[in-house]
């Protein structure tokens, strides 16, 4: 069994920043994908950072490059605990949105969310003057 729990969503100014973390606990392979999804209001859920322990690389899409850094910690030395990181800055009001993290196992690295069978709750993310 794999849970993963996400959290740090509140909100924040226009160009203000905000560190969210996701926590994946359970029985954690050597390889595994962690993305982060968001569903911003009126639009369909888009991943946004995918990091993947095949090359310990994340991987953005433009519209946070630059803005968003997604970095995952050693998992414990019993391999059952691994958290992610997603920093965030010069966050915009089509940044809000709920957060979610979700996981697969395995090298492949992929941003379609049939992928991934783990799934945390989302978290919100309010970018408001």
């Known amino acids: 069994q794999v849970r993963l729990v996400a959290s740090g969503g509140r909100e924040v100014p226009p160009g203000g920043s905000l560190r969210l973390s996701c926590t994946m606990s359970?029985?954690?392979?050597?390889?595994?994908?962690i993305t982060w999804f968001r569903q911003s209001p009126g639009k369909q859920r888009e991943a946004v950072a995918l990091?993947?322990?095949?090359?310990?690389?994340?991987?953005?899409?433009?519209?946070v490059k630059g803005r968003f850094t997604f970095s995952v910690e050693p998992a414990s030395e019993s391999q059952n605990v691994v958290r992610g990181y997603l920093e965030m800055a010069r966050l915009q009001p089509e940044d809000t949105g709920t957060y979610s993290c979700?996981?697969?196992?395995?090298?492949?690295?992929?941003?379609?969310?049939?992928?991934?069978?783990?799934w945390g709750q989302g978290t919100r993310v309010t970018v408001s003057s």
């Open positions: 359970g029985n954690i392979p050597t390889y595994y994908a």
């Open positions: 990091f993947s322990t095949s090359d310990d690389k994340a991987i953005y899409v433009d519209a």
């Open positions: 979700a996981a697969a196992f395995g090298i492949k690295k992929s941003l379609e969310e049939s992928y991934y069978p783990y």
